[in-house]
């Protein structure tokens, strides 16, 4: 994965599904992903760029990697659980692990245009 890059990647294990398939369910996945807020910030969890990877089975399991925005964040402990719940409601998929790294540390650079416009960052 390109770290620079504020979006993250998204993989397929298995070439079983097709990228029509992978498109599709990967859409579902995104807007999963932007139902979850940081509660200190008011942007999504996906345009802040804490979403680092995501690799998609061919059996739809799911795994995330993400960040936070620093380790201290206080809901260090919950996130991950949230990330996991709001992936659980997409139609069809299988198994979702969402694990927890700091390497590499986030930075706002991680950050879409669209969350650097709403937080005035420009």
Known sequence: MNVESPQPQMD???SALSAE??????????TALKTVFDPEIPVD???????YK???ADNYDTTVDM???????????????MVQSALETVDGIGKV??????????TPERMSEEAKLELNMF
């Open 21 to 30: 398939q992978l498109e599709i369910f990967t859409q579902k996945l995104v």
């Open 67 to 81: 960040t936070l925005t620093a380790p201290g964040c206080p809901v260090a402990g919950e996130m991950p659980g």
């Open 97 to 106: 692990t969402v694990n927890m790294t700091f390497d590499p540390p986030w």
């Open 45 to 51: 969890i996906y345009e802040l760029g804490l979403i």
């Open 54 to 56: 995501v690799d998609v």
């Open 12 to 14: 397929s294990q298995s």
